[in-house]
């Protein structure tokens, strides 16, 4: 009774998520999916860096990493060893672009035969 209520609990505990992480840039509609990045020792050993400079050359609006339930079973049979999941890395857009401003003309000064400022 005591082992299978331990089993349970592990396996509660080895439950799936969800984490996001927000940069506060605008999303684009580029978009880098990972599946199954593979993570070992029940994620202690991170799975290796996702490189999205050449997809993403404006910079990451969002990261969002998951671990489905098919995910946890895989960790569970290798008993922890072998822990992947998900990852999903929404580009940010092209800033925008200032309009166009026209320079301002040049101040004109009116100036008094005595070469002072006349307002």
Known sequence: MFRSMLVLT???MMGCYHATVETGAAPSEQV???CCEAGFLGGLVPPKA???ETACPDGVARVETSRSFS???FTVL???LYSPMSVRITCASAPAVA???EPMPPATVRADS???AVP
Do not use: K, P
Request: aromatic letters at 0%.
């Open 10 to 12: 592990a396996l509660a």
């Open 78 to 80: 290798t008993a922890g």
């Open 114 to 116: 005595s070469g002072r």
């Open 99 to 101: 309009a166009a401003q």
């Open 50 to 52: 996702v490189r999205s």
């Open 71 to 73: 995910n946890v079973v």
């Open 32 to 34: 880098i999916e990972r």
